[in-house]
């Protein structure tokens, strides 16, 4: 005798009767996000381009996001802001940067100089999508920030992005002066695949003999472009950045042949001995947080100084916006701290780190 058809079960073991109920009658999956954090996350991701989608052309991706709304929210204030650019690798075309300078009388004496690189997964963004975020780490830790328009992918594929931002670390040590900076208090910082240059960058400066790096910051960094750990499956969709932008993301910079084994790809891969102390940043509703946390466990086991600041219900962005998220303040102010802690003499009002949410 059959099964009646509500007693049938699916190929996945269901009952067949569940999988005639309506959206309304399943249970909504669960949302790990902070409820403070839902909204924005939404909001950006509807105007964010569908990559690897409906868009697989960078320059598409780029207009897109050219047309989306400005941000109703004032930036943040500093000294100074100067755009120039700077010399390239050898070959290469000149870089432009942004130069941001605290108000002398809110950060006397000496500062940190801060190389930023920006994220966008070596394809989109760029000086002005970061904006905010650079003038908030000048104005937070006092410090002199440059930030690098390096060449974005497919047009200019790894290795060209290093390249430029190791020039431009180079290029900002060897006026440390003329910056205002404290000569030992270089700092490299980025966010996701900035983060993921910072850390090169880091590699590269202690292989070629400099410069000096004082700290790496690292906010949610892509740090294995294998792209096969739990939180990429886990956090794949529903967290404005999914599994699918970062599949777009690394195959324009890499194109169909490239080695995502290389260490100046994924760093998490690398020999880490010897490297600058760092702080690093992650979200835990994240496709990128297992590596960010893996890297952060490399980099202490391999002998450097490590503190970390994780917001488990955060997502992938959330970094700048620290007006609007409690979380994205703290983050930032962590950073902050971090970044001030390499001059000497400089009061630090607490150590970042170790945070759960």
């Known amino acids: 005798m059959s099964p009646a058809p509500e007693d049938r079960l699916t190929s996945e073991g269901r009952p067949a009767s569940e999988d005639r109920r309506t959206s309304e009658d399943r249970p909504a999956p669960e949302d790990r996000l902070a409820p403070d954090a839902r909204a924005l996350a939404d909001a950006m991701a509807a105007f964010f381009p569908d990559l ?81 975020t650079a003038r908030g780490l000048c104005r937070e830790a006092g410090a002199v920030v440059v930030s690098v328009d390096y060449r974005l992918a497919p047009e200019s594929p790894f290795p060209a992005a290093v390249d430029d931002a190791y020039a431009a670390l180079c290029w900002a040590a060897d006026h440390h002066a003329a910056l205002g900076g404290d000569a030992g208090a270089l700092v490299v910082a980025g966010d996701s695949a900035g983060g993921n240059l910072a850390a090169v960058i880091c590699l590269l400066a202690r292989d070629r003999g400099g410069p000096h790096i004082a700290l790496q910051a690292l906010v949610y960094p892509a740090t294995d472009a294998h792209q096969s750990t739990e939180s990429f499956a886990r956090n794949a969709d529903r967290y404005f950045l999914t599994a699918a932008h970062c599949r777009w993301f690394v195959e324009q910079y890499l194109g169909p042949d490239g080695d995502r084994s290389h260490p100046h790809v994924s760093p998490l891969l690398a020999d880490l001995a010897s490297l600058p102390p760092a702080h690093i940043v992650t979200a835990g509703c994240d496709p990128l947080c297992d590596e960010g946390l893996a890297y952060a466990a490399a980099l202490r086991e391999a002998g450097s100084e490590v503190t970390e600041s994780h917001f488990p219900g955060m997502f992938h962005g959330f970094f700048g916006f620290p007006e609007l998220l409690d979380d994205a303040r703290t983050a930032v102010a962590d950073v902050a701290k971090a970044i001030v802690s390499t001059v000497s003499g400089r009061k630090n009002d607490g150590e970042p780190g170790g945070r759960a949410g």
């Open 52 to 132: 690897g989608g409906a868009v697989t052309d960078a320059a598409e991706a780029r207009r897109i996001l050219a047309a989306a709304p400005a941000s109703p929210l004032p930036p943040p204030v500093v000294g100074s802001v100067e755009d120039r650019d700077i010399p390239g690798p050898d070959g290469a075309p000149r870089i432009p940067v942004r130069i941001y300078r605290p108000d002398p009388d809110d950060a006397p004496g000496p500062r940190p100089t801060v190389v930023f690189l920006h994220g966008g997964g070596w394809a989109i963004c760029g000086l002005d999508s970061h904006d905010s």
